[in-house]
């Protein structure tokens, strides 16, 4: 991106694609652990407090899936990444 001399309205729209890359694994993982959990709690439905362990687990999944899709999209984070970017493209330009 240094070499191409890319913009910083570019730049921030590949922050945002990355990220939403990001969010969409995140979103089948959750789904194939979701499939797994379910699995096993038809599995074993019998064992005591598996059923209030299950429920605990996808809420706790599931609040933290929603605050690192608020975080992703936050533009404090999309300003962090870009002064990443930022100071990449300096570093990169001292070593030439």
Known sequence: M???????????????????A?????????????AVETY??????????????TLLALLILTALGVANGFYRTS?????RALQQIDQAIEKR???C
Request: charged residues 25%; positive net charge; without cysteine.
């Open 2 to 20: 240094a070499e191409n001399q890319v913009s910083r309205d570019q730049l921030r729209k590949v922050v945002g694609f990355l990220d939403k």
């Open 22 to 34: 990001t969010g969409w694994f995140y979103v089948v993982l959750g789904g194939w652990l979701l």
């Open 40 to 53: 096993l709690s038809v599995a074993q439905l019998t064992t005591h407090g598996l059923l209030f362990k």
């Open 75 to 79: 533009e404090k984070r999309q300003d």
């Open 93 to 95: 330009k001292n070593e």
